[in-house]
């Protein structure tokens, strides 16, 4: 063999080898959302080192994504602390000072409401009717949202005498705002039974982040901050681009494959991906997961909800207003859908409101089909269409400027996300679903192999950060008991 056949050899050899490596640790963990993060930092503050964080894409947050856009920092996905008592995002955040409350911000004399002839609709009616629709929404307990509340609510609005207009704009409005809370397609979708199972923590829940953003959180876990704690060293246990392809856990032994050829071997693996992505990869498992999980994986509802935020040269609404709805009629959404030239997909839009640091921009949320379509359009497509909505709405109130930057989100398509965020179906409802379903470990003997977090798997906090945080703290936390790990009362 000549020197340069031998040469390559060996460095076939080597590159071979590395691409088959296998690494061994005691857990993997899949995914560095903030459960999978959660649980990374619960192992560490309990001296557990033995483990690796396996992230797809090249970043830490999952749907927590804040981005530097417009000189302020702005969140593409969660933006809220939604409550106070026992939720695990508020007490890491509240004795720092990071939180300011949003609810004045947007308080019902700020928000003002218009139809696609520019006619102004008097808010405070108009949010009357809204608290209106939401109760009677709330107390659905069987059958569908759909099912429950067009009724009451129709029968509500003629006892009222409320304009039939006025009545058939809220109604559409009120469906896309629940649409949007639960990243459902249609009221139709939302299972009522199951759904009663969320627990809304109690006080405010509109916290915003006072500047930088949700990605905080991973400071506040990684306990960066306050300042002069002792930082957990979760950064160097995280692998960026290791997309999970198999889980084999054949005999109680875990073995991790990755799409770029690398394997990992473990006692234990804690899955965290988004509901989205378990669907899309259900069958990654082997052996196949329980027909329960897999039931539950199938039937749980995760779809889109979105934000398109849009940067003008200078603010062009009054300075006591913070957000704007459109209230369309039955026969106005149909003319707008007929009429309009980029934008017919607007026409779910819940509204708009400035954004706290910067008052030149305007951010708009989407959910279910008009969300999916905003996800394919070009930037420049849906600033036209975005803006072809304003024109409609408010074009005869106020000069309105050409925007000079815009940003989308993409959770419904992006690979890793697959969806916004979870919710109980009427067929996971049919089926008698629980979370539990979802959540429960795949033993072998008493040891758990297989273990579930993420925010689809909480029994009454799903579709939040504090649902997905407490979940990886709680399989962090189970898996710590197993190995008979004393752990701190964090
Ligand atoms: C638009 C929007 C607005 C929201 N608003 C709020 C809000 O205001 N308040 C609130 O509390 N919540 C909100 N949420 C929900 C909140 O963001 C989520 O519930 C939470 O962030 C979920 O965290 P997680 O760790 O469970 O999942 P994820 O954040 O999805 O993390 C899972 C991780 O796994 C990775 N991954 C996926 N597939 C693979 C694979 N095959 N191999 C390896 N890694 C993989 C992903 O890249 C990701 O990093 C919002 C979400 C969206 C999309």
């Known amino acids: 063999m000549s020197q340069t056949s031998a040469l390559f050899c060996v460095a076939l050899t080597v590159f071979v080898s590395m691409a088959t490596a296998v690494e061994r640790h005691k857990v993997v963990i899949v995914g560095a959302g903030v459960s999978g993060y959660a649980a990374a930092t619960t192992l560490l503050a309990n001296n557990f080192t033995d483990f690796v964080v396996l992230e797809a894409s090249d970043r830490i947050g999952g749907r927590i994504h804040t981005v530097d856009f417009g000189g302020v920092w702005i969140d593409e996905g969660a933006e809220f602390v939604h409550g106070e008592r026992d939720n695990a995002v508020f007490e890491l955040a509240s004795p720092h000072n990071l939180l300011t409350s949003y609810s004045s911000y947007i308080s019902n004399d700020k928000h003002m409401f218009f139809d696609s002839n520019g006619r ?17 929404m709330f107390n659905a307990t069987y059958g569908s949202f759909a099912d429950y509340f067009y009724p009451r609510f129709q029968e509500y609005l003629t006892a009222n005498n409320i304009d039939p207009e006025v009545g058939e704009a809220v109604t559409h409005l009120a469906a896309v705002w629940e649409m949007s809370y639960s ?32 990605k905080t959180i991973f400071d506040l876990l990684a306990r960066r901050i306050p300042e002069g704690s002792q930082e957990l060293p979760v950064t160097e246990r995280i692998q960026f681009g290791k997309e999970v392809t198999r889980v084999d856990h054949e005999g109680g032994e875990v073995t991790v494959q990755c799409g770029d050829g690398s394997s990992y071997k473990a006692d234990h ?42 940067l003008f040269p200078h ?71 975005q ?104």
Request: some cysteine.
């Open 120 to 136: 102004e609709y008097n808010s405070t009616v108009i949010l009357e009717l809204m608290d209106k629709a939401k109760e009677i």
């Open 183 to 214: 990243a459902a397609d249609s009221l139709e979708q939302i299972g009522a039974r199951g759904e009663t199972e969320y627990v809304e923590n109690e006080g405010d829940l509109r916290w915003k982040w006072k500047s930088r953003g949700y």
């Open 387 to 490: 803006m072809e909505l304003l024109n409609t709405l408010l074009g005869k109130r106020f000069q309105i400027p050409q925007p000079e930057g815009i940003l989308k989100s993409n959770w419904g398509s992006n690979p890793y996300t697959l969806g916004s965020y979870s919710f109980h179906t009427t067929e996971s409802d049919r089926l008698n679903v629980t979370r539990h379903d979802l959540s429960y470990p795949i033993l072998h003997g008493d040891k758990p192999v297989v273990m579930f977090a993420g925010e689809a798997s909480h029994p009454h906090y799903y579709s939040t950060v504090h649902g997905g945080l407490s979940a990886g703290v709680r399989e962090a936390k189970n898996l710590l008991k197993y190995l008979g790990v004393q752990t701190e009362n964090a």
């Open 269 to 310: 693996v804690i899955v965290t991906v988004s509901l989205g992505v378990l669907k899309a990869r259900v069958g990654m498992f082997n052996p196949p997961l329980p027909k329960d999980k897999a039931q539950a994986i199938q039937t749980l509802g995760i779809g889109c909800v979105g934000k398109v935020i849009l």
């Open 315 to 385: 603010r062009w609404w009054p300075t006591d207003i913070n957000a704007f709805s459109p209230l369309l009629s039955k026969k106005q959404l149909e003319d707008f859908k007929k009429n309009s030239t980029h934008g017919y997909w607007t026409y779910n839009c819940t509204g708009m409101r400035p954004v706290i640091n910067n008052d030149r921009m305007l951010l708009a949320w989407y959910a279910g089909e008009s969300c999916r379509v905003m996800e394919k359009l070009t930037e420049a497509e849906v600033a036209e269409a």
